[in-house]
């Protein structure tokens, strides 16, 4: 599965991004080979519209969680249609690599208890 | 020219059913559904059977007591039309938000829904803590 990260820049030092659809980067994070990848996010500038176009890419890349700080209104019903989930993260200092760190843990864990 | 935008209206909980249905009328052609708004069930939930007073029920969805009052209104007239014209509701629509859907972890302070429906949650989807409680506001 793959799990998206809203991120502020493309290392794993950025902070996490507090807006969804605006974000520069999505860290994207497989939990089967538990690697990370940056895709930028070319609804970034987008004057209107930047939620619904960053959904498609989110629903391009198979991608079935988002890690971010605030969802927009009209985003939440798209992606519950899409059945992704979404997680929000109040603390604004977060980093992705914290983020990372804490999926390592969890999916390491599931894969020695299978 | 777009007006104030609205406000977010909370919804306690899920309608059980998706609509209603007339029976009985086969001889009447059938009829275009109408579309009750979650925020208008919601609104005749607390006024009418939970027996809030509308400043009461105001506070739970989190709008104005003029406001709730507008949404019950549009309520009963919609659920009359339909009883009268025997036409089909439909349960959808509105600027709303579910209070069930989130749910909290009580070791990362993250919040997190649920999209899929068969399947239960019981882990923190961020960082696995079985130490989750449904988020009350």
């Known amino acids: ?114 | 020219m777009s007006g104030r935008p609205k406000l977010v209206r909370n919804i306690a909980v899920v309608p059980v059913a998706s609509g209603f249905r007339p029976y009985g009328m086969n001889h009447v052609a059938k009829k275009k559904p109408l579309f009750l708004l979650y925020e208008e069930y919601e609104a005749l939930r607390l006024c009418d059977y939970e027996k809030y007073t509308q400043a009461e029920a105001s506070t739970f969805i989190n709008v104005s007591r003029p406001t709730l009052t507008r949404i019950y209104m549009s309520a009963r007239e919609k659920i009359a039309q339909a009883f009268v014209e025997g036409r089909t509701i439909m349960i959808e629509g509105g600027k709303v938000s579910f209070d069930d859907e989130w749910y909290v972890c009580q070791s990362c302070h993250c919040f997190f829904n649920n999209p899929s429906e068969d399947e239960a949650t019981d882990e923190c989807p961020l960082c696995g803590s079985r130490d989750i409680n449904q988020y009350e506001r």
């Open chain 1, 1 to 114: 599965m793959k799990v998206a990260i809203t991120s502020m820049g493309n290392t794993l030092n950025s902070l996490l991004d507090k807006r969804f659809a605006r974000c520069p980067y999505f860290a994207v994070y497989d939990t089967e080979t538990q690697s990370v990848t940056f895709v930028s996010n070319p609804a970034e500038k987008i004057e209107e519209g930047a939620g619904p176009s960053a959904v498609n890419l989110i629903n391009s890349l198979s991608i079935k969680r988002i890690i971010s700080g605030e969802f927009g209104l009209k985003i939440k019903f798209l992606l519950t249609e899409l059945k992704i989930q979404l997680v929000v993260v109040k603390n604004r200092d977060e980093t992705v690599g914290n983020l990372v760190k804490l999926l390592n843990k969890k999916y390491n864990k599931t894969i020695k208890s299978i």
